[in-house]
């Protein structure tokens, strides 16, 4: 329910009497540890509960007086240290107004908006408020209060606090107002001398300690191996109609090995050049063919290396939030680049002798069937010294043959293109800061115990899907009339007629849409909704595969836009899953053992869940997944 909010008043708001007087306070260990953002906070009342603006106003500027690091600056100390300067400058205070019932958009999703209901600080203004505050009234009367505060002024307890005697200010109407504690160098008194006994630097301040630098020593392209006669040998191959609705970004995969079972970055190239005459299409680059349509030069171009450093042990990373650096873990590609590799990789060695694989491949290229059979190969190159290399079935030609003539029976420009009536577009948006990427651990024996709930025969994907369509939709607290679906990855290969082989290198994807009533869903059974899941793959069987394909022949010379959402896309109520589960990591051995970690990138859209088999040693199943922060709820999947 898209609403617009108007501002239509904005101020600074001081305190009613002096708080701060100008002091300066430093920041205490406990202040720096803390995230320097603005942590946003919205609450809804009624049109009968709601106070005027006035009253607020008047309420906050009576009770900053008593909270004056809330009403001061940022600032510097004489030695260059940031400090508090409590300069009662205020607070800025912003007025709106929506032309909407608060009653309906909270029966809606309001998280579609709530981005509108607080104030955006301005991380680059030196002067910024550090607390600041919307007031937004809605037609009925209703109010919502939104508020930002730099988390390095105060934590959730202090808020919490302050937000109770805010209130107390406005129905008091300033009279009564409590006085907090706020001697922060009272709370913060080291011993004489200091003698801290952990490692903090790295614990609590880990998020700043742990951003290690991560410095590339060498780039190079690297060719197929001229060992082995030429995989590509100059051919041009048209993209099929499946790798035109594959996304055309760059998809990243991190994987890490530990010291003792990494190779060396030679023995990882020497591999890597074998397998790639294998693989022409890794090695070739994008062209266009004599009717200016994006097609593969298998011109055996070659990939794009990195060599990389990083001074720290490759164990300290993992344990700590190795996330605040992934994206440093693997090549970026310049997708103005006509010439640019389709697949490149980074080899970072770690101080301890470990070692992270870093890839980054073109979606249009191949898919995540495809990508698995390759690293497999390629640690089986690495492993026999380019002896042993398997040979993927390469010829895209053979696997979308239309019928003649062809006959598309489904509306694909809208289900796996982006046309007029196209899912996608009734989809919201969010600042990327809101989306939290998560990451559950399923053990074995909660996989067991959810099949049992199921009672039928059922997958390990569709029992774990079922289960976190059900937690999701629960923490995002819809209303149970609305309807919620997930988009589900489903590989072709099996089900086309005639089968494509399962190591054909490609895209041969296509989607599934399970639907319920969110009411449905969360009363249902699991049985139930593995069922639904079940019976919407079905679906994708071999007559919508074919005409799918007769679709890419009829629509061979359109632009045709996949259906890829773009960072910041909120998906709520619905769900994008894809299932990583056949990927075979204990096979990614490139001679001493398997790697100790796969590092998930950032997802940067709400409502994307990915599942991938665990690297521990007890089994499992990880799954990854972007939420709005504001549906964050961890503890309850599991």
Same mark, same amino acid.
């Given at each position: 329910?898209?609403?617009? &909010?108007?501002?239509?008043?904005?101020?600074?708001?001081?305190?009613?009497?002096?708080?701060?007087?100008?002091?300066?306070?430093?920041?205490?260990?406990?202040?720096?540890?803390?995230?320097?953002?603005?942590?946003?906070?919205?609450?809804?009342?009624?049109?009968?509960?709601?106070?005027?603006?006035?009253?607020?106003?008047?309420? *906050?500027?009576?009770?900053?007086?008593?909270?004056?690091?809330?009403?001061?600056?940022?600032?510097?100390?004489?030695?260059?240290?940031?400090?508090?300067?409590?300069?009662?400058?205020?607070?800025?205070?912003?007025?709106?107004?929506?032309?909407?019932?608060?009653?309906?958009?909270?029966?809606?999703?309001?998280?579609?908006?709530?981005?509108?209901?607080?104030?955006?600080?301005?991380?680059?203004?030196?002067?910024?408020?550090?607390?600041?505050?919307?007031?937004?009234?809605?037609?009925?009367?209703?109010?919502?209060?939104?508020?930002?505060?730099?988390?390095?002024?105060?934590?959730?307890?202090?808020?919490?606090?302050?937000?109770?005697?805010?209130?107390?200010?406005?129905?008091?109407?300033?009279?009564?107002?409590?006085?907090?504690?706020?001697?922060?160098?009272?709370?913060?008194?080291?011993?004489?001398?200091?003698?801290?006994?952990?490692?903090?630097?790295?614990?609590?301040?880990?998020?700043?300690?742990?951003?290690?630098?991560?410095?590339?020593?060498?780039?190079? &392209?690297?060719?197929?191996?001229?060992?082995?006669?030429?995989?590509?040998?100059?051919?041009?191959?048209?993209?099929?109609?499946?790798?035109?609705?594959?996304?055309?970004?760059?998809?990243?995969?991190?994987?890490?090995?530990?010291?003792?079972?990494?190779?060396?970055?030679?023995?990882?190239?020497?591999?890597?050049?074998?397998?790639?005459?294998?693989?022409?299409?890794?090695?070739?680059?994008?062209?266009?063919?004599?009717?200016?349509?994006?097609?593969?030069?298998?011109?055996?171009?070659?990939?794009?290396?990195?060599?990389?450093?990083?001074?720290?042990?490759?164990?300290?990373?993992?344990?700590?939030?190795?996330?605040?650096?992934?994206?440093? *873990?693997?090549?970026?590609?310049?997708?103005?680049?006509?010439?640019?590799?389709?697949?490149?990789?980074?080899?970072?060695?770690?101080?301890?002798?470990?070692?992270?694989?870093?890839?980054?491949?073109?979606?249009?290229?191949?898919?995540?069937?495809?990508?698995?059979?390759?690293?497999?190969?390629?640690?089986?190159?690495?492993?026999?010294?380019?002896?042993?290399?398997?040979?993927?079935?390469?010829?895209?030609?053979?696997?979308?043959?239309?019928?003649?003539?062809?006959?598309?029976?489904?509306?694909?420009?809208?289900?796996?293109?982006?046309?007029?009536?196209?899912?996608?577009?009734?989809?919201?948006?969010?600042?990327?800061?809101?989306?939290?990427?998560?990451?559950?651990?399923?053990?074995?024996?909660?996989?067991?115990?959810?099949?049992?709930?199921?009672?039928?025969?059922?997958?390990?994907?569709?029992?774990?899907?079922?289960?976190?369509?059900?937690?999701?939709?629960?923490?995002?607290?819809?209303?149970?009339?609305?309807?919620?679906?997930?988009?589900?990855?489903?590989?072709?290969?099996?089900?086309?007629?005639?089968?494509?082989?399962?190591?054909?290198?490609?895209?041969?994807?296509?989607?599934?849409?399970?639907?319920?009533?969110?009411?449905?869903?969360?009363?249902?059974?699991?049985?139930?909704?593995?069922?639904?899941?079940?019976?919407? &793959?079905?679906? &994708?069987?071999?007559?919508?595969?074919?005409?799918?394909?007769?679709?890419?022949?009829?629509?061979?010379?359109?632009?045709?836009?996949?259906?890829?959402?773009?960072?910041?896309?909120?998906?709520?109520?619905?769900?994008?899953?894809?299932?990583?589960?056949?990927?075979?990591?204990?096979?990614?051995?490139?001679?001493?053992?398997?790697?100790?970690?796969?590092?998930?990138?950032? *997802?940067?859209?709400?409502?994307?869940?990915?599942?991938?088999?665990?690297?521990?040693?007890?089994?499992?199943?990880?799954?990854?997944?972007?939420?709005?922060?504001?549906?964050?709820?961890?503890?309850?999947?599991?």
């Amino acid at each position: 329910m898209p609403v617009a &909010v108007e501002i239509t008043r904005s101020e600074v708001l001081r305190p009613s009497a002096a708080g701060g007087g100008g002091k300066r306070s430093p920041l205490t260990v406990f202040d720096r540890a803390a995230t320097d953002w603005y942590i946003p906070a919205v609450f809804a009342w009624d049109g009968a509960a709601a106070p005027s603006n006035d009253e607020v106003k008047g309420g *906050l500027a009576a009770v900053l007086a008593k909270y004056p690091h809330l009403a001061g600056r940022f600032d510097v100390d004489e030695r260059g240290r940031r400090c508090f300067n409590l300069n009662d400058a205020g607070v800025r205070v912003l007025e709106a107004t929506v032309a909407a019932d608060l009653a309906d958009a909270l029966a809606h999703d309001v998280a579609a908006h709530v981005n509108e209901l607080y104030p955006k600080a301005d991380m680059e203004n030196a002067d910024e408020a550090v607390f600041q505050v919307q007031l937004t009234r809605y037609a009925c009367g209703g109010l919502v209060i939104g508020t930002a505060c730099n988390h390095q002024v105060s934590d959730g307890q202090s808020m919490s606090f302050f937000y109770v005697a805010w209130a107390a200010a406005v129905r008091s109407a300033g009279a009564t107002l409590p006085t907090p504690f706020v001697d922060r160098a009272a709370i913060a008194v080291p011993r004489g001398p200091p003698a801290p006994a952990f490692d903090h630097r790295n614990i609590d301040l880990g998020s700043k300690a742990m951003a290690v630098a991560v410095e590339i020593t060498r780039s190079e &392209v690297l060719r197929p191996s001229e060992t082995l006669a030429a995989g590509g040998g100059g051919k041009r191959s048209p993209l099929t109609v499946f790798d035109r609705a594959a996304m055309d970004w760059y998809i990243p995969a991190v994987f890490a090995w530990d010291g003792a079972a990494a190779p060396s970055n030679d023995e990882v190239k020497g591999g890597l050049a074998a397998v790639l005459a294998r693989y022409p299409h890794l090695a070739g680059r994008f062209d266009v063919d004599e009717r200016g349509r994006r097609c593969f030069n298998l011109n055996d171009a070659g990939v794009r290396v990195l060599e990389a450093t990083v001074a720290a042990d490759l164990a300290d990373a993992l344990a700590h939030d190795v996330a605040a650096h992934v994206n440093e *873990l693997y090549p970026k590609a310049d997708m103005e680049n006509a010439d640019e590799p389709v697949f490149q990789v980074q080899l970072t060695r770690y101080a301890c002798g470990g070692l992270v694989i870093g890839t980054a491949c073109n979606h249009q290229v191949s898919d995540g069937q495809s990508m698995s059979f390759f690293y497999v190969a390629w640690a089986a190159a690495v492993r026999s010294a380019g002896a042993t290399l398997p040979t993927p079935f390469v010829d895209r030609a053979a696997i979308a043959v239309p019928r003649g003539p062809p006959a598309p029976a489904f509306d694909h420009r809208n289900i796996e293109f982006k046309g007029e009536h196209s899912w996608t577009h009734s989809y919201g948006s969010l600042p990327l800061e809101r989306i939290r990427n998560l990451a559950v651990h399923f053990p074995d024996e909660f996989v067991a115990g959810l099949k049992s709930h199921v009672g039928a025969r059922c997958s390990t994907f569709q029992c774990l899907l079922a289960h976190a369509w059900k937690k999701i939709m629960a923490a995002r607290d819809l209303s149970p009339e609305e309807y919620t679906q997930v988009r589900v990855a489903v590989n072709c290969r099996g089900r086309a007629s005639p089968a494509v082989p399962m190591d054909y290198f490609g895209n041969m994807v296509l989607w599934a849409f399970p639907r319920m009533r969110v009411r449905d869903l969360l009363s249902s059974s699991y049985a139930a909704v593995v069922g639904v899941i079940r019976d919407a &793959v079905a679906r &994708v069987d071999e007559p919508y595969i074919q005409s799918f394909v007769d679709f890419g022949e009829v629509a061979a010379g359109d632009e045709l836009t996949p259906t890829a959402a773009p960072p910041g896309t909120v998906f709520c109520p619905d769900l994008e899953v894809d299932s990583w589960l056949g990927f075979r990591f204990h096979d990614l051995d490139f001679g001493r053992g398997p790697p100790c970690a796969f590092l998930p990138p950032d *997802l940067p859209v709400e409502g994307m869940l990915i599942f991938v088999p665990s690297c521990a040693a007890k089994g499992g199943v990880e799954m990854y997944m972007a939420l709005d922060d504001l549906h964050y709820f961890i503890s309850h999947m599991v």
